[in-house]
């Protein structure tokens, strides 16, 4: 029998789920906390490039990579031997407290895939929240004002202070009380529910007017707005990339009035869309960015990059015991290598090759409402009704299951959205077979209404 290092498509050995791990299943819920959104029964066991082996021997295809994370797919080769010689030479000393020649050395490499005259310097942190709210510190630090504003369905993660900013769902941020004060939040750019008929590439219009003409005269002033924080496209919210032009004025915006941009790569960024970074399709130049999941294939590692002028904070203002991890950033120095040696032009090619083969699924099929993206983050919105536009979680929870039981991992986005994320370094006759199966479970389900 083929071992999960020679398969590169799905070979399921059992009923789903297995026997083994219906056990891990059972143990789980005994244990772990019941917060956890398990999606559906995987129980993962060894991983090789695309492709997730469960306890029982079943593999399947990964089109969800651990949430965007495992950007050079699972255990790559070259990843695995920078982690193991690191963790043979020394795996912490906190960064805080001394150097260590891999702190400046993957700053040096994370800023220069980052455009723009002004030079930069960086945070690491281990999560995506905590980019996130040593971002926000900052942008208050040195504007000293303290106002942000967020986008409705952004996600930045669950922290208190991101979670401030998060306005996804909200079983997010119900039940935990007060959050931060002097967050506001305004429309993102949705074009298929655009409710002012705008294209994808003029959706917005009335926000950032929304935004000038109401915010800054009716709500906060502002001179007192340290940041606005948008995500270049919404990963949890549903795929939804924001127009170039949109981005382009709330940097303007954001330049007049001394603003803080801050950009949320999170999900988006390390070659996923095809470029270093999202924001890079506009060709804007954010204050702060913010980065983790595909950065370090796995290991937990985050970042923010400011502008030298923007990170101006004083010894002790911010700090962090395990943030830039020898061992994680000896992966995230392998996985860089490995998304600028090709698996980020790989990223452009085989997400046009799949866009240019399910743009049709609209026409072809009924609950599919927009298929949208770029690169290898791909989103389908499934409906009840294409001329109502009504959201179809059960039908999209459907399909997810469906695919899952033919062997292809995905995940849910947004109230009603697939997403498809998969490791950058997938194939066409993968990329195939995940079309393949995902028309097969949309056929199903659409039989169903
Ligand atoms: C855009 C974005 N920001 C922040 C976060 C939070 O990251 P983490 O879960 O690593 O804290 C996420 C997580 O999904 C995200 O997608």
Request: glycine share 10%.
């Amino acid at each position: 029998m083929p071992t999960t290092l020679e398969v590169k498509t799905p070979r399921l050995v059992t009923a789903l789920p297995g026997p083994k791990a219906q056990q891990v299943i059972a143990a789980d819920a005994k244990f772990m906390s019941p917060s956890l959104t398990r999606e559906y029964p995987l129980v993962a066991e060894k991983g090789h490039g695309a492709i997730v082996e469960d306890i029982d021997g079943n593999s399947f295809l990964d089109f969800a990579a651990g949430i965007a994370v495992c950007s050079t797919g699972h255990c790559h080769p070259k990843v695995v031997e920078a982690i193991q010689k690191q963790a043979a030479e020394l795996i912490h000393i906190s960064g805080t407290d001394f150097y260590h020649h891999h702190l400046p050395q993957l700053a040096e490499k994370l800023v220069a895939t980052l455009p723009g005259k002004e030079a930069k310097k960086v945070f690491f942190g281990n999560s995506g929240t905590e980019a996130v709210e040593g971002a926000i510190k900052l942008a208050r630090y040195h504007t000293k004002r303290d106002k942000l504003i967020a986008f409705y369905g952004c996600f930045h993660g669950r922290t208190l202070g991101s979670l401030s900013l998060t306005a996804s769902k909200n079983t997010q941020r119900k039940g935990f009380g007060a959050l931060l004060g002097g967050v506001e939040h305004i429309p993102f750019p949705y074009a298929y529910r655009c409710p002012h008929g705008h294209t994808a590439e003029t959706c917005g219009t009335e926000t950032l007017e929304l935004l000038e003409q109401q915010m800054f005269k009716r709500l906060f002033a502002p001179e007192e707005i340290a940041a606005i924080i948008i995500e270049p496209i919404q990963g949890e919210g549903g795929f939804i990339p924001a127009p170039a032009f949109f981005l382009q004025e709330l940097q303007r915006i954001c330049n007049r009035h001394g603003i803080m941009l801050i950009v949320d790569e999170v999900q988006s960024g390390v070659g996923r869309t095809g470029k270093w970074w999202a924001y890079e399709h506009a060709g804007i130049e954010p204050d702060i960015v913010c980065i983790a999941k595909g950065i370090a294939s796995g290991m937990p590692l985050s970042a923010f990059v400011a502008k030298e002028s923007v990170m101006t904070w004083k010894k002790g203002s911010h700090g962090t015991t395990y943030g830039g991890n020898p061992v994680c950033i000896a992966s995230a120095m392998a996985t860089l290598d490995l998304i600028e040696n090709g698996y980020m032009e790989n990223a452009r090619k085989m997400g046009d090759y799949i866009f240019a083969r399910i743009g049709d699924w609209p026409k072809r099929f009924k609950i599919v409402g927009d298929v949208r993206g770029k690169g290898l983050m791909i989103g389908i919105e499934i409906v009840r009704d294409q001329k109502t536009k009504e959201k179809a979680a059960d039908l999209r929870d459907a399909v997810i299951s469906k695919a899952f039981h033919k062997g292809l991992l995905t995940l849910s986005s947004g109230e009603n959205s697939i997403r498809m994320s998969p490791p950058l370094l997938i194939d066409e006759e993968q990329a195939d077979f995940a079309i393949r199966t995902i028309e097969e479970c949309l056929r199903e389900t659409e039989k169903t209404v």
